[in-house]
C-alpha cells in the first residue's frame, strides 16, 4: 500500500478529482432530485446507496475506455470529443434541464434512477478520467481511477453546493477547468497508436506543445462562444426597436 502511494502519479490523481468535481454538479441535482420523495429517514440512504452504485458503474466504464484507448484512432476521437466537453463546460448551451428526472417513492426506485442517470450523464467524466489516467503507468491506472473517484464523489455529493458558489464567484475555475480538459485532450491526441506507430512517441516538447494547444484552443473557442451568445440579445433588442 505504501509503494502504490508514493509511486502514485499524483499529477493525474489530482486531474481525476478536478475533472470530476467539474463535470459532476449535474450528478448532484440528479440526486437530490431523485432523493426527493422519500420519506427524510431514507434520503441518506438513498444517496448513499444510489452514489456507491454510481461509482461502480463508472468504475467499469473508465476500465473499459482506459482499455479501448489503445485502440488506433480512439485517442484521437476521444480527444476532439474532449475538446468539444471543454468548449460547452466554458460556453454551456442552457438545455441541460433536469425536468426528466422523476423523485423516485420508494429506496429501490430512487437508488435506480441515480444509477440510471448518472450512467447517462457520465459520457463526458468517462472520457476525461480515462484521458487523466492513460498518462500514469499501466499498473497503476485502475487504482488510480478508483483513488481519485473515491476522493471527489463526497465531494459532489455533500459539497456540490459551496463548489457550485465557487464557480459563480470565480468564473476563472470554469475556464482553468476547461482549459485542463484541452490540455489533456492535446496529449491524447498526439499519443493515439495511429500516430506513435508511423513517428515514434512524441517528444517532450511536442507531447507539452500540443497539450498547451489543447488548452488554449478550448479556452479561445469557448470564449468566443460566450460572447457572440451575450451579443446576440442586445442585437435582436435593437431591431425589435427599429
Known sequence: MIEFLTT???AAVLQIIAIDILLGGDNAVVIALACRNLPK???TKGILWGTAGAIVLRVILVVFAVALLK???LKIVGGLLLLWIGVRLIAPDGDDSHDGVDGGGNLISAIKTIIVADLVMSVDNVIAIAGAAQQADPDHQIGLVIFGLLVSIPIIVWGSQMVLKLIDR????????????GWIAGGMIVTDPAITS?????????????AVAGAVLVV?????IKRR???LPRRQGGSATR
Open 170 to 181: 470565480f468564473p476563472i475555475v470554469i475556464a482553468a477547468g476547461g482549459a485542463l480538459l
Open 41 to 43: 429517514r431514507q434520503r
Open 220 to 224: 479561445a473557442i469557448g470564449e468566443i
Open 71 to 73: 485502440i488506433s484512432f
Open 8 to 10: 502514485m502519479h499524483w
Open 198 to 210: 508511423r513517428a515514434g512517441a512524441p517528444s517532450t516538447v511536442l507531447y507539452y506543445g500540443c
Open 229 to 231: 451568445r451575450a451579443a
